[in-house]
């Protein structure tokens, strides 16, 4: 893939970049709605998705906090969270900016956005629950941009408490 | 200060009904101190890392016993040190990464270099400046070299102990539990690091150690164990306390002919739910690789948990940091000659446990739940009397031996 030098981006590279930028919006709003039934929609057949810290990711550890490989297993935790996850009821609020497009090919590109997570717990203050990466290699060949990898890397050391929607 | 982090001024008296834990063990900062010091710091060996965290001479990754940071470095001799991470000059903490590789260590602040063996190799203006200064005469490096800790190792584990009246390694675990962390660390196979998870809780480290060594909660709470048979309370069971209590052993058994089998224990189960499929039925398959369909947990006290649920294999160390904080620091291993897919299949059943697990979250938030009405009601007393008052082995999933066998030898540590 050609690197994208943002400052002299094409009107191709605006448009794909714009086209991020919403569907970074929509991620969240659907995560944000609980509306976890769509989120596996936004993945491609075989998707990469990992929740992973940065000690691992720069480590070139495997390990993730989450991972799931392929539509069936983002299926299976949607699944797992509406029916056997005990957890105290909560808001979360993604903020995601920083979306930047670093590199195209045809009708792939690779991307990166900044998130932040919110928490809110059913009886206390909101707090930050994670900060963090998208690390991401979306594919434009479709109806609508899909991702093809999506891991998060978050800069947290520790996880607090648990994590249970996804980021 | 909240109340409840205010400490009692008399010593508490333990409740004089058997089968009962008072909620404010798990409150006193003034107790958790003490704890530290009896446990931590006291005759005991705790889990510090594993021996291919650290595989080259140089090689060195950070660690603690108890509260104290510590650094775990392999020497020129490719001998494994513990030393404390904190410079024998003033105080101040030597190695700022939590893994990596080195020469030898040098404080930040003075720039005082010790070698790897934690020996004080030099010091900056020793002999002063211009004539000015520098150290008295008689000052003796020797005398001032990182703290460093016993180190024993087993089966590709490192332990260190602060204490030189602390049996052996062998002794302190003992023979019941060493056959158990034998069985996940073959002696004929090299370890392979797959990765850390990190995690916070809100919660006074005791009740963590209770939580994994209560077998009861974990067919009821823990429905994604439950339903698709990987933890059911009608098959074979062991929960054994060792070395007075000290230890917990609990081992169940996996058999997928009996893993969705409906009868009298599902009927209990509000939990169960045979309507519930997933997708990638992979993550619930494990390959019986020791040969004994055998899942476990072992809680090493005060340090540190081995399990292994289906080919997801790790340790957790319990890091205490206050008496309504802890931290759980996950280790996840394989082994060298393990082939893709079971390097996949390992991977894919982590999601079983940690901050993002399956089960591992019912953990988290229920534990979450329980700190602050501990503090809020100090005088409370839990009930644990599950499978009787005694506190010897038993072969059922429906018992609180464990809890119970913990606290006769936390009393009796403890003097309370």
Known sequence: MTTVATTVATQKEREVRALLRDLNDDYAVCLDDMELARWPDFFEEEADYRVVSRENHEQGLELSALSCTGRAMLLDRVAALESTTVYEPRAIRHLVGCVTLDALEGELCRARANFALYESLSDREPHLLMVGRYLDVVSLAGERPLFRQRWCVYDNYRIRTSLIIPV | ?416
């Open chain 2, 1 to 416: 200060m909240t109340p409840a982090a205010q400490s009692s001024a008399a010593p508490r008296a333990w409740p004089e009904e058997a089968a009962r834990v008072p909620a404010w063990i798990y409150s006193d900062p003034a107790l958790f101190e003490r704890e530290l010091e009896v446990f931590h710091h006291g005759a005991t060996w705790s889990y510090v890392g594993l021996e291919c965290e650290i595989p080259e001479p140089g090689s060195y990754k950070r660690s603690w016993v108890g509260r104290r940071p510590v650094i775990l470095v392999r020497d020129k001799d490719g001998e494994i040190n513990v030393l404390e991470n904190r410079c024998a000059h003033r105080g101040t903490m030597v190695c700022w990464q939590n893994r990596g590789q080195a020469k030898d260590l040098t404080c930040p602040y003075h720039h005082w270099n010790y070698d790897l063996k934690g020996n004080l190799q030099g010091l900056p203006f020793l002999r002063g400046a211009l004539g000015k200064g520098g150290m008295p005469r008689d000052f003796d490096k020797s005398a001032h070299g990182l703290r460093r800790l016993r180190v024993e190792r087993r089966g590709g584990t490192v332990w260190a102990s602060y204490s030189e009246e602390a049996p052996s390694l062998e002794a302190f675990i003992g023979p019941e539990m060493l056959a158990c962390i034998d069985r996940v660390f073959p002696a004929n196979r090299r370890l392979r690091l797959i990765g850390y998870n990190r995690q916070h809780l809100p919660c006074n480290w005791k009740l963590y150690f209770e939580n994994s060594r209560d077998p009861y909660h974990a067919g009821l709470l823990h429905s994604f164990f439950v339903t698709f048979g990987l933890l059911r309370t009608d098959t074979p069971f062991r929960a054994v306390p060792t070395e007075g209590g000290r230890h917990g052993i609990m081992a169940s058994t996996y058999s997928p002919e009996t893993a969705s089998q409906q009868n009298e224990v599902t009927q209990q189960l509000t939990s169960w739910r045979p309507d519930f499929r997933i997708q990638d039925m992979e993550l619930v398959k494990p390959v019986d690789e020791f040969g004994d369909s055998s899942m476990i947990n072992l809680s090493v006290f005060p340090s540190v948990f081995f399990q292994q649920h289906g080919n997801c294999l790790a340790v957790r160390q319990i890091l205490p940091k206050s008496q309504s904080e802890t931290e759980l620091s996950w280790t996840h291993y394989g082994f060298e000659n393990d082939d893709p897919a079971m390097q996949a299949r390992r991977l894919k059943q982590a999601n079983l446990v940690g901050p993002a697990g399956y089960v591992g979250i019912d953990d988290s938030e229920v534990l979450a739940q329980l700190q602050p009405s501990a503090e809020k009601l100090p005088e409370a007393l839990q009930v644990v009397e599950m499978g009787g008052r005694d506190t010897g082995a038993h072969e059922t999933m429906v018992s609180e031996t464990l809890i119970r066998s913990f606290y006769a030898f936390y009393r009796a540590s403890m003097g309370l």
